[in-house]
């Protein structure tokens, strides 16, 4: 008999990023992080990279990056994200599934999900497949493998979305016992009804599909996976172990796989510790019963399934109605708003189908004067979303246009996949998972719905948003606020709409924030001619704006006047003839030279009417990067102002201590800053020069001044370089005594370093120190008194290795 256990982790994140910008922007809620995808990384997703074992005293006694020893699926718009802005947390996942293989007979850890979380029974035969290969296709260029399984959206089923994966190779997939209607042993036995209650989760089994084809199913233990996600199990890693294993049966005879899955995110942003509760559970298992733990593609490699099974179509592992709670009015919600009304669901699904419908005819008649399979360029349009470089798209488009295409034409087709992609991420669950249509879900579906609509305006299809808002209307919200799904898109959607002007005037207020213009990932460049009085600056001049998805070109004029630091009248239009554009530049520089800035308004109002721009014109987001390049670009010169000023004023502090004179406010608060920048500038030294640090650290110390706490992020980085430093000579005593006596003195002086990434590397490093024989000290009495040194930086760091 074989007992083993399986912890699965549904990991995702619906696509947020502004459609015109591909940009996240600001997300309140997410407070204090810029938006959800950075404060759940923070919580969860990088975390559990690097998970904490503690010992009985606090101590680090292990470090486990939990995705190498759970099942996991990760979805394509969050792995997309955490590849651009949290590449160590991506690689490590990538890595965790190589490392899985080698553990789990060579099957990794990570099965695939469709592309961008739609639910898939709600969804055309055309549309499940293309979801389907769009998260294969991704999975195959980030893992480097075929995925063996695929997650379902909210575990939603139907027996066509069975024959979808099925037909694309999937081998299995996960669903809830509440999902299973018959079982039987073979082909010639009865059928048996089965409920909940009375269904075993411990085995998988043979879904036959009414094509022929067939695909296993297993089906989670509901029970466990509940108590995880909702009640306290994870409060405890020992009891969570303890739990998983009581769920075997007694059964001598039977092999047993006992599996549990969840939300990744359980794991750290939903439970508060999560990540230590499950590293802390693996290790506890695999340390019992080394060889307990397994992946669904291990295990069914040695325990194919030996039973059958019917499922219960149009079902989900969150809605109660099965899938009622994205098309319909059912009460199922977060909880928070007992009173509210959900029949908006039902408008907003109404709205979105009879936008596809029209969308779906537009590109089939439109794409089919290029090639004779839209459908099949529309699947293989994945490799251009995972490569938009030049190259890439050019290969694409050989490959599948049926005749040699126009640069005109060439931009047609991108528009045209762009609208089928965004016509994907307006069917992203999330838009209909909430509480109410005003939430920044059902906002960021329909921003998609937007886009498509406006690039479909391209191709003749001027009225689709006013179709769109009829049907909205009806779509009733919870708010006096937002009374209904038109308000929420006049209200909420409509000004993220950019069209070309717009979008130039966003990359031209980037530029003017800037100390010079230069390119920006849009493709933008401009050529301009300045102009400035000290306070007051005026740049005019022509900017070419390139999209990166449909290759489209724009040319602008503009002219800004800025006025102290968010004081800014921007006016830009398209790039008129050249003689036009001459004269309009010639009277804004000229009414600048007369010092009448009144005057210098009304020529760019007049020239560049009704595109003119003032600072609170542009989102919150925008602003926010703007003033975040004033800030970058005048921090250097406010530095060197003050420090000059130290230079002249501290050295009198230490004579007006000496003959005990009171020294002022203001002398006192420029010696703090000199001395936290001294210690800055020593922390970022590389390599760390550690007598000037312990220099920098004694100031600080003696003076009782306080530590600056930003400077615990180079304090920090500061450490794990010393631990390099560590790592490339460990036989130097007196660096590792150094190192110590560096840490203490940072304890001392109030400095706090954000240890995450320090206390990663010393246990790598003493890991390779001290593990069986590899301690490198010629002599005995070395040995033991670099170990004394390395257990000391491990004290003060709080690592405690085999504790």
């Not at 909702?230 to 059964?251: C, H, Q």
């Not at 890439?392 to 599948?400: G, P």
Request: hydrophobic share 35%; charged share 25%; proline share 5%.
């Amino acid at each position: 008999m074989t007992r083993k256990i399986c912890i699965h982790g549904h990991f995702y994140q619906p696509a947020r990023e502004n459609p015109w910008l591909e940009e996240i922007e600001i997300e309140d809620t997410a407070y204090p992080c810029h938006n959800w995808n950075e404060r759940i990384s923070a919580e969860c997703y990088t975390p559990n990279t690097a998970a904490r074992v503690l010992d009985s005293e606090g101590k680090i006694r292990d470090i486990v990056n939990n995705y190498a020893w759970i099942s996991c699926n990760f979805g394509p718009t969050l792995l997309s994200w955490l590849e651009k802005y949290r590449p160590s947390t991506y690689e490590a996942i990538l890595e965790a599934d190589r490392e899985s293989r080698k553990r789990f007979s060579g099957h990794g850890g990570s099965i695939a999900q469709p592309y961008n979380h739609t639910i898939l029974p709600l969804a055309s035969r055309e549309d499940k497949l293309t979801q389907v290969v769009w998260g294969i296709r991704d999975f195959e260029k980030r893992f480097g493998r075929v995925p063996e399984g695929m997650w379902l959206p909210e575990m939603a089923v139907d027996y066509p979305t069975l024959e979808v994966l099925a037909e694309q190779g999937i081998a299995f997939s996960i669903l809830g016992p509440d999902q299973a209607a018959r079982v039987r042993d073979d082909n010639g036995s009865p059928w048996k009804e089965v409920s909940p209650e009375t269904f075993d989760c411990t085995r998988p089994y043979l879904c036959r599909l009414p094509s022929g084809r067939s695909i296993i199913l297993f089906f989670r233990d509901a029970r466990v996976s509940e108590e995880v996600a909702f009640g306290e199990l994870l409060r405890d890693g020992k009891s969570f172990a303890e739990r998983l294993v009581s769920r075997f049966t007694p059964d001598p005879g039977e092999d047993q796989l006992v599996h549990i899955a969840t939300d990744g995110e359980t794991f750290g942003h939903h439970k508060k510790f999560g990540d230590m509760a499950l590293a802390y559970c693996l290790r506890t298992l695999e340390g019992g019963n080394p060889g307990v733990l397994t992946v669904y593609g291990e295990y069914l490699e040695h325990h194919p399934p030996r039973q059958e099974v019917e499922i219960l179509e149009n079902t989900s592992w969150s809605c109660c109605h099965g899938l009622e709670r994205w098309k319909g009015a059912c009460k199922c919600g977060t909880g928070k708003h007992p009173g509210w009304s959900q029949e908006w669901r039902t408008s907003l699904r109404l709205a979105m189908d009879q936008l596809q419908e029209t969308l779906t005819l537009l590109y089939g008649k439109e794409m089919a004067k290029y090639t004779s399979d839209p459908v099949k360029v529309r699947n293989e349009a994945i490799s251009i979303i995972l490569d938009r470089s030049d190259e890439n798209v050019e290969s694409f488009l050989a490959s599948w246009m049926s005749r040699p295409i126009s640069p005109d034409e060439k931009v047609r087709v991108l528009k045209l996949l762009e609208i089928q992609r965004n016509a994907m991420l307006m069917y992203t669950s999330c838009g209909w998972f909430f509480d109410d249509i005003s939430g920044i879900e059902p906002v960021q579906v329909m921003r998609y719905a937007g886009r498509a609509m406006q690039l479909a305006a391209d191709f003749g299809e001027t009225d689709l948003e006013e179709k769109f808002l009829a049907v909205l209307r009806e779509a009733r919200g919870n708010t006096v606020e937002y009374p209904d799904g038109a308000a929420v898109y006049n209200r909420l959607v409509r000004p993220a709409i950019f069209d070309p002007v717009r979008a130039g005037a966003h990359y031209i207020l980037l530029s003017l924030y800037r100390e010079a213009a230069q390119a920006d990932p849009s493709g933008e460049q401009a050529v301009c001619e300045r102009s400035d009085t000290g306070r007051e600056k005026i740049t005019a001049g022509r900017m070419r704006l390139v999209s990166d998805i449909t290759h489209e070109e724009c040319v602008f004029c503009f002219a800004a006047l800025q006025t102290g630091v968010e004081g800014l009248w921007l006016g830009v239009a398209p790039f008129p003839e050249e003689e036009e554009f001459t004269r309009i530049q010639a009277r804004v520089m000229k009414a600048f030279r007369s010092g009448d800035m009144n005057r210098v308004e009304s020529q760019i109002r007049a020239g560049f009417s009704p595109h003119v721009y003032s600072f609170t014109d542009f989102s919150l987001d925008e602003r926010h990067r703007a003033m975040g390049l004033v800030i970058s670009g005048r921090m250097s010169a406010l530095e060197s102002t003050l420090l000059c000023t130290c230079r002249e004023f501290c050295p009198v502090i230490p004579l007006l201590k000496e003959t005990r004179n009171h020294v002022p406010r203001g002398l006192s608060a420029l010696g703090v800053y000199e001395a936290n920048t001294t210690l800055e500038w020593a922390l970022e030294r590389v390599p760390v020069d550690t007598a000037e640090l312990h220099q920098a650290l004694s100031i600080l110390a003696e003076e009782g001044h306080p530590v600056d706490p930003s400077l615990r992020e180079a304090a920090g980085t500061a450490v794990v370089r010393l631990i390099r430093q560590v790592a490339d000579d460990p036989e130097d005593l007196g660096l590792l005594r150094e190192t110590g006596d560096l840490l203490e003195l940072m304890q001392h002086a109030g400095l706090h370093p954000d240890l995450w990434k320090a206390q990663n590397l010393y246990l790598q490093v003493f890991s390779k120190e001290f593990s069986g024989t590899g301690q490198r000290g010629s002599l005995e009495e070395d040995a033991a008194a670099r170990r004394v040194a390395f257990d000391r930086i491990g004290d003060l760091i709080g690592e405690k290795p085999g504790g």
